[in-house]
T-cell receptor, first 113, second 110 residues
């Protein structure tokens, strides 16, 4: 079974803090994704990575950056957290193509005060 | 514009009743089609997927979905709902990228 893990289930940060969300997958998948989930809006893609050190912006990249130094690990960085970044963050991975089955981590619920 | 629509935001059914959740998409060609389920506070779990072939797809937990090309639909069904099926359900469409519907929240009445 594919396993995608996220470093924290719940996180509370203050406005202006730098926040790191980590994601690790154990199935040698090429692609990794970061989504943001808000009620009524479904999942919105923030960034995705198709290879080590390669990334592409998704639909809502503003205020976020990412890092993929190793194939199994994909980090989401909030350079200066703001209250409107309070949300559920979901990491996912897929084998080779973006449109293939994506496997999700348990999510990180971030509260920015 | 390419889109995926789940018309029902919230559905309530009685335990033991049948269930159908709707999903419509707007794409030029037949995309990959998925249904995911999300229990409260959890990530998304794949229920089933359609890539090609038989238009009736069986998934986990007793769910099935039918692809209807003429209606651009991929509706999820279950003949008898259990209380543990209460969750949020997402339809997703894969075509160059992956797009998710806004979700349908299912409540199960005892």
């Amino acid at each position: 079974d594919v396993k995608v893990t996220q470093s924290s289930r719940y996180l509370v940060k203050r406005t202006g803090e730098k926040v790191f969300l980590e994601c690790v997958q154990d199935m040698d998948h090429e692609n990794m994704f970061w989504y943001r989930q808000d009620p009524g809006l479904g999942l919105r893609l923030i960034y995705f990575s198709y290879d080590v050190k390669m990334k592409e912006k998704g639909d809502i990249p503003e205020g976020y950056s990412v890092s993929r130094e190793k194939k199994e690990r994909f980090s989401l960085i909030l350079e200066s957290a703001s209250t409107n970044q309070t949300s559920m963050y979901l990491c996912a991975s897929s084998f080779r193509q973006r449109q293939e089955t994506q496997y999700f981590g348990p999510g990180t619920r971030l509260l920015v005060l | 514009a390419q889109s995926v629509t789940q018309p029902d935001i919230h559905i309530t059914v009685s335990e033991g009743a049948s269930l159908e959740l709707r999903c419509n998409y707007s794409y030029g060609a037949t995309p990959y089609l998925f249904w995911y389920v999300q229990s409260p506070g959890q990530g998304l779990q794949l229920l089933l997927k359609y890539f090609s072939g038989d238009t009736l797809v069986q998934g986990i937990k007793g769910f099935e979905a039918e692809f209807k090309r003429s209606q651009s639909s991929f509706n999820l069904r279950k003949p008898s709902v259990h209380w543990s099926d209460a969750a949020e359900y997402f339809c997703a469409v894969g075509y160059n990228d992956m797009r998710f519907g806004a979700g349908t929240r299912l409540t199960v009445k005892p």
